[in-house]
Structures are given as structure tokens and as C-alpha cells.
């Protein structure tokens, strides 16, 4: 007898299960299309204005006058400069370095 009542328990919970799962789905189906109408809606209010404006060119680097084309150029030499001698030194400092400890001739 409690066999039958533990079997009718189960079949009463996957019945739920199921059930809850079905309502679960058809609110995830609703909320879909409602998304997708919204969508649609969207598209077909930007296909009647037309097609957007082409956005402006990107020009990378200084644009205007020459002058300020030359400060940059002159900023950047300086900087490459300035770098270079860094790295040189740091390099003689590693040699230097590596001939006090014997590893180079």
C-alpha cells in the first residue's frame, strides 16, 4: 500500500515539475516576441528615415596648421632621442656590469 502512495507522490511531482516547466517556457516564448515586435518596430522607423549620415573620415595625427604638424614631429624626435639614450645607457650599465663579474671578454 505505501509503495503505490510513494509511486502516486512521484508521478504528482513530475507532473508539477512538468507543468512549472511548461509556464516557464511560455513566458520566456511571450517575452521573446514581444522583444522581437519591438525590434521590428525599431527597423522599420530607421528604414523610413532614410539612411543615416555617412560618419566624418578619421585623419589620424595633428590636423590644422603646419605648425603645429612641425611641434609634434620635433616633440617625437626629441622623445625617440630621449629614449635612445636611455637604453644606451642602461645597456653600457649591463655591460659594464657583466666585465666586472667576468662573464664578458
Known amino acids: 500500500m505505501i509503495s503505490w502512495l510513494?509511486?502516486?507522490?512521484?508521478v504528482l511531482g513530475a507532473l508539477a515539475a512538468l507543468a512549472l516547466t511548461g509556464l516557464?517556457?511560455?513566458?520566456?516564448?511571450?517575452a521573446l516576441g514581444a522583444e522581437v515586435s519591438a525590434a521590428g518596430e525599431l527597423g522599420n522607423r530607421l528604414a523610413d528615415t532614410g539612411e543615416p549620415p555617412a560618419p566624418a573620415r578619421h585623419v589620424p595625427g595633428v590636423t590644422?596648421?603646419?605648425a603645429a604638424l612641425d611641434r609634434a614631429?620635433?616633440?617625437h624626435r626629441r622623445v625617440r632621442a630621449a629614449r635612445a639614450a636611455r637604453r644606451r645607457a642602461r645597456l653600457d650599465r649591463a655591460t659594464a656590469r657583466w666585465r666586472s663579474l667576468g662573464l664578458t671578454g
Open 6 to 10: 510513494v509511486w502516486a507522490l512521484l
Open 24 to 30: 516557464w517556457l511560455w513566458r520566456r516564448v511571450k
Open 64 to 66: 590644422g596648421d603646419p
Open 73 to 75: 614631429r620635433a616633440t
